[in-house]
């Protein structure tokens, strides 16, 4: 089985604060990939990179093959993303947002309408398709992000805290159709949750990642073995400490603080 992801040595200074500290890790064609972290870890800050959205200080990243330093619009083709914060636009319905997704990837014109309709269809919102966004409850919102990212039919899903706010039913209904897209398909998930049971549950591999630095990657088995537990969350808690953290800042907020300026 080939590398889809690879990770090597990447580093991210934010003003001289170390957010993520001389990382490697690989993600297998088809794998079903889960990168856990406190707050505060280094997890979204890590994404961010293999997405282009940061660059690194130093090291190397690769998806499919092509590097997401110096191959950035090759690299965003092969992969679809759930941000964890909102990135739809309230103004639009779901349908426009769906479109509009489908013309910035170039998804061919006799082709967009069916797949549309079809993830739409998935997430239960077609009868809504005309309504505008800023009118959905968060759950709603979540759906359609989901069905968004995979619109162009990604060698990659990037998942940041996909099921954040909604309810069992739609989160199994969800998580059933990306392992059913996972299995048929081929497509990669690398996702980050906080929920461990849902790591525990669908993913082949686990990473954590704790003060910028890998502890441990391994299968569910491996990290309960190693840490002579009974189920990952009590290996995460062994591993990274029961100390509560700070929610996750923001670069620009590590850079302001770094200056001085910011205060809590």
């Known amino acids: 089985m080939s590398k889809i992801i690879e990770v090597k040595n990447i580093v991210k200074k934010f003003n001289g604060f170390t957010a993520v500290d001389n990382v490697s890790f690989d993600v297998e064609q088809g794998e079903i990939f889960a990168f856990l972290g406190p707050n505060g870890a280094g997890k979204t800050t890590t994404i961010k990179m293999l997405t282009t959205l940061l660059k690194p200080t130093s090291g190397d990243l690769n998806i499919d093959g092509q590097s997401s330093i110096t191959n950035q619009d090759a690299v965003r083709k092969s992969f679809g993303i759930v941000f964890q914060d909102p990135s739809l636009d309230d103004e639009l319905t779901a349908y426009e947002n769906m479109y509009f997704h489908s013309v910035l990837y170039k998804i061919p014109k006799a082709e967009r309408q069916k797949r549309i309709e079809d993830l739409l269809k998935f997430v239960e919102l077609w009868d809504r398709k005309k309504d505008l966004v800023k009118k959905f409850s968060g759950g709603m919102k979540r759906r359609l992000e989901i069905a968004r990212g995979l619109l162009h039919h990604p060698k990659v899903l990037f ?93 620009e907020q590590i850079m302001r603080q770094r200056r001085g300026v910011f205060r809590h």
């Open 159 to 251: 998942l940041d805290e996909p099921t954040l706010g909604l309810d069992p039913q739609t989160t199994n209904h969800i998580w059933t159709y990306i392992k059913n897209l996972n299995k048929n398909e081929g497509i990669t998930v690398f996702f980050t949750t906080h929920y461990m049971a849902e790591a525990e549950k669908v993913a082949d591999r686990i990473a954590i990642i704790d003060h910028g630095k890998i502890v441990i990657i391994g299968t569910l088995a491996e990290l309960k073995n190693k840490t002579n537990t009974n189920s990952l969350e009590d290996a995460f808690l062994a591993l990274t400490g029961k100390k509560l953290r700070d929610e996750e800042v923001s670069s």
